[in-house]
């Protein structure tokens, strides 16, 4: 698919510049890079140069963005698209809000005309709030995965997305059967995977909608297929981990459910993981399995408390998602106070800059795509946002009593909503400029 970089000159961005090089929670000294004026140089959908003495070719269009801050573009690495109109629904936890809202809406998405007007929808809300990436849930119907994708491709998006496979426990007219999921992922896998910055993930919604018979499939496909991604849910309520034991009596924990079927591995990744046991923790961090922090949702649900402290000390692969619709809200600002907040009440002290990191590279890793995105870096992709540190008359009051980068960091992350993305870029192409 041709895009507007291959006409473009080369862009030169001005500002502050941030970008993380490795976790600043594991290594204090030179875990990121941060200019207080500097240069991000784009040539043909790529990050050429950064710093602050790099020279500017002639043709090169110049955007001096001041004092806002330029940053990788955001990753939500847990969210469904097909739910962005019944955010903010209230009431019920995790099986009943399924049933109440989730599985009628989602009923909806059979018909294609339909899913392409929400795909576009989401994917322009996501651009607004910074966000470059994300790894999103479709509906069981081959239409929404078709819609989605064609709507990310005319926006050159780098995204994961898959068809919801669910054959029991759920309506009619949102399962599948183990068969069907089965072919019309392999088809779909054929059509997106790996096709321009388009990634396919085996997406089971969570183990009690799914028969054995089509969890053996996923992970059959898991394992046919290079590259590809698996995302589902793992120990996000009670009542859900409940149902778990009486559907799968043969497994100790819920994850080991996904073991038993092969499920677990490098760009598998599980939404929630509130209940984890000691053996579940040494699981996912033993075969690389990544685990998607989703606080906002996990407040609103009233699923629980994520032990944040308890896996980065097992060196567990976290990112960060929004999960809507069981989350609040698209911005990556309100995912991050959410995480800051839950694990203050497990006594532990986010730090602003980890925070950012989680919400950029540390995400970018756990999607193993840290050789692609998440840097702003000579030869990444030019996914980046621009953030007005003083978006509202709040933070810009706040500011006025900044001591350093942290601190302005922490004001974002507090206080900041889709009023602070001052632009998007996505592969060198603006995609997104608020209106001043």
């Known amino acids: 698919m041709s895009t507007l970089k291959d006409s473009l000159a080369p862009l030169a961005l001005k500002g502050r510049i941030l970008s993380f090089d490795r976790d600043p929670g594991r290594s ?4 990121y890079t941060y200019f207080e004026s500097g240069v991000v140089l784009i040539e043909g959908g790529y990050i050429s140069a950064v710093g602050e003495n790099i020279r500017i ?10 004092d806002y801050l330029i940053c990788p573009g955001f990753i939500d690495a847990h969210v469904h698209y097909p739910q962005i109109n019944i955010i903010a629904s209230y009431g019920e936890q995790l099986l009943e809000w399924l049933k109440k809202y989730t599985f009628p809406e989602e009923s909806r998405f059979s018909d294609k005309k339909f899913a392409t007007s929400v795909s576009s929808f989401f994917l322009d809300e996501l651009v607004k709030n910074g966000v470059t990436t994300a790894s999103v849930f479709c509906t069981s119907h081959p239409n929404s995965v078709d819609a989605f994708f064609e709507e990310s491709s005319k926006r050159d998006l780098r995204m994961i997305a898959g068809k919801v496979l669910m054959d029991r426990n759920a309506p009619e007219g949102v399962c599948d059967t183990a068969q069907a999921g089965y072919n019309h992922s392999k088809e779909l896998i054929e059509k997106w995977h790996q096709i321009g910055r388009n990634l396919y993930a085996i997406t089971p919604r969570f183990a009690p909608t799914s028969s054995p018979e089509q969890l053996e499939m996923a992970g059959q496909l898991y394992s046919e297929v290079d590259n590809v991604y698996v995302q589902s849910h793992v120990s996000e309520n009670v009542a859900e981990i409940e149902w778990v034991k009486k559907l799968f009596p043969e497994a100790k924990t819920y994850l080991e459910v996904y073991q038993n ?5 490098p760009r598998s990744l ?36 994520f ?24 911005s990556p600002f309100s995912v991050m106070k959410g995480a800051y907040e839950i694990a203050q009440l497990k006594g532990f002290s986010l730090s602003p800059l980890q925070a950012f990191y989680m919400a950029t590279l540390g ?21 980046l946002v621009v953030i007005d540190l003083e978006s509202t008359p709040i933070i810009k009051n706040r500011l006025q009593g900044a001591q ?6 922490f004001a974002q992350i507090i206080l900041a909503d889709e009023r602070s993305i001052a632009a998007t870029y996505c592969n060198g192409n603006m995609l997104y400029q608020r209106n001043l």
Request: glycine letters at 12%; one cysteine or more.
């Open 57 to 66: 070719p002639e043709e090169a269009q110049i955007t001096d963005y001041g």
């Open 261 to 265: 079927f092969n499920l677990l591995g």
């Open 404 to 409: 350093n980068l942290e601190d302005l960091l």
């Open 307 to 330: 032990e944040l402290k308890k896996m980065y000390d097992a060196k567990v692969s976290i990112a960060l998602g929004s999960d809507i619709a069981g989350g609040t809200s698209l």
């Open 28 to 31: 204090e000294d030179n875990s």
């Open 270 to 305: 599980y939404g929630h993981g509130i209940y984890f046991s000691d053996e579940d923790i040494e699981l996912v961090s033993s075969t690389g399995t990544g685990i998607v922090h989703c606080p906002t949702s996990n407040l609103f649900m009233g699923s629980g408390l």
């Open 363 to 383: 995400s970018s890793k756990t999607l193993h795509l840290d050789d692609k995105i998440g840097k702003l870096v000579p030869g990444y992709e030019a996914d």
